[in-house]
């Protein structure tokens, strides 16, 4: 009998990486200059997907298939069988993506088109259940990062639920359309007599369908046909159930968001952040947090407003309503200022805050505790714990008293990343005193009277 024909296991290693290295899998992204290909994949597919229904609409005005039409439409299926085969290989020919939802769109509008004109001559098609593909590879790039309009969650969500709504009246519309076309099938007639649902197009069904799912039900338009008076049914209880979730998700998403439970997102595509937490965040002191946000959000500072970088402040308690006016109120801290409730001992909130991705983390003390050991000890057990995960994060712990750097050295912190606060106003004088003028801009960020005494000290 026939064998199996089984790969050498060197070539079989090679295959392997090569489909890594290209494609990536569910735990690896693709390595450079791959990184961009899905990416690309879900653009293309995202945009010839609509062009794929806009055809199958104006089919249903003209019925009939013109031959430059045609031809788009054979381009286009032969790139989208073309994804499907990567992505066969991507999965490994797996059994699980071949019966899943991917599939059968690919299945139900590649082979008919495929066919339309040869065997079969016909302008009716399922081509219109490819709108799904719209609301699936516009989650897909948010779900790989690719954000080039700065959205946010919550506008990331509503574009969600109208894509999902688009979606469910044109596969509901088409379908509908279809099956009034079509006209009674065979065991599916009404026996009672009707007057007919009138002359239809797709725009038609598309007004129907928005009226029916929205629970408007103007009712100058009703199916004929049992299938379509089935339907009609099934969309209402549909759009009932739809509204309720999506407006609730987008409220949710909301309140989270205005309470600091939600996640921080890049404005742009190679935004830049640094996280800054502790006692000083904790307790909303609003003289140490507007003098380094001043600092790190000034464009002269930076070099130029696009290397501004994003700013979160991450905190367990709510910030206070003066901290709060002033993030409002201030055109660069409303744009680069994020404001997350959480701390950086739980890894649910340090993922929220994409600290692993941080260009810095700050550890901010509160002056105006009397409690200063307990400050620093604070402090230091939170470097310790973040340190322990983010082996690599650069790290700028600021403690209340020079005695305590020992101690932060017990637990691995380099003391190149400890600064002591009274050892800042001791070397800022004398620094200030062997250079009038030269005051560094940390120290400014820590004391706001730094700066007003900078500009003195600089005319003598």
Known sequence: GSQAIRLHPSLQNQMKYTRLKVLGDAYNPPVWPYAYFPIILAIANFFLSAVTVYFWVVKTYRQTVDTWMLNIEYTISTFFMLHYLVNMVKNEFSLGYVVNIDSGIDLWTIV??????????????????????????????????????????????????GLKFLTMTIILSGTMFIFEVLGPIKGFEDQSISTGMGDISFFSMFYFMLTTISTVGYGDLSPVTMLG????????????????????????????????????????????????????????????????????????????????PDVVLLGSRELSPALRTLIREHGTYKKAVYTLRGTAFEDADTERCRLKDAKMLFILPNMNTERSDKEDRYGILLASTVLKVHVNIPLRLVLLRPENRRLASYFNIPRTDCYALNEFKANMLAQSVRCPGDVDPQLIAINPWIKEFNSGACHQ
Not at 119 to 144: D, E, G, H, P, Q
Not at 239 to 249: A, H, I, L, N, T
Request: glycine content about 8%; proline content about 3%.
């Open 112 to 161: 008919p088109v495929l066919m339309q004109g040869s065997v079969i001559n016909t302008w009716l098609s399922w081509s219109y259940i490819r709108v799904y593909c719209l609301y699936r590879y516009f989650k897909r790039l948010m779900a790989i990062g690719y954000n080039p309009f700065e959205m946010t969650d919550v506008t990331e969500q509503i574009i969600s639920s």
């Open 229 to 308: 008076r089935c339907l009609t049914f099934i969309c209402v209880l549909n759009g009932v159930v739809f509204f309720s979730v999506e407006s609730g998700r987008v409220l949710e998403l909301q309140r989270r968001e205005d309470s600091g439970e939600g996640r921080y997102k890049p404005r742009r595509k190679h935004s830049r952040h640094v996280v800054i937490c502790g006692g000083a965040v904790e307790n909303s002191v609003v003289n140490i947090l507007s003098s380094i946000l001043e600092e790190l959000t000034n464009p002269s500072v930076c070099g130029g407003e696009e290397f501004v």
